[in-house]
């Protein structure tokens, strides 16, 4: 009998996106979440969760082609953003896991830092 190899993914029965409610009506209407690219160029208004300097690297390495989803509900970066607009009012999606397995979805297991990208 073939041994079956355990799908590490499997522990995550869920994914995560964090987003200002200011944009649940928006994410609605487009009847799903979209990159911000993809926001820009549908000329669409949003509430951005990164700050200049994260959008600004989001661009110059194509992240922002992508949508951000965490591993867990509480991540960092929802902190930084409290910090930065203490009145955010942000709210988390939780996604299917399924997502991954959808053919041209890529992940990461950290934090998709310059370093981490150059690399």
Known sequence: ???????????????????DMSNMSKIREL???YSTA?????????????DQDS?????R???D?????????????????????????LFYLKIDRAVLYTPGVRFATAWCTPTVLRS
């Open 1 to 19: 009998m073939m041994a079956i190899a355990h799908d590490p993914l499997l522990r995550n029965p869920h994914l995560f996106h964090f987003t």
């Open 31 to 33: 009847g799903g979440i």
């Open 38 to 50: 993809n926001l820009r160029e549908m000329g669409e208004a949003f509430c951005a969760g990164g």
């Open 55 to 59: 959008l600004s690297l989001d661009v």
């Open 61 to 63: 390495y194509g992240m």
């Open 65 to 89: 082609r992508y949508v951000h989803l965490c591993w867990a509900a509480g991540h960092p970066m929802a902190g930084r953003i409290k910090e930065r607009k203490p009145d955010a009012n």
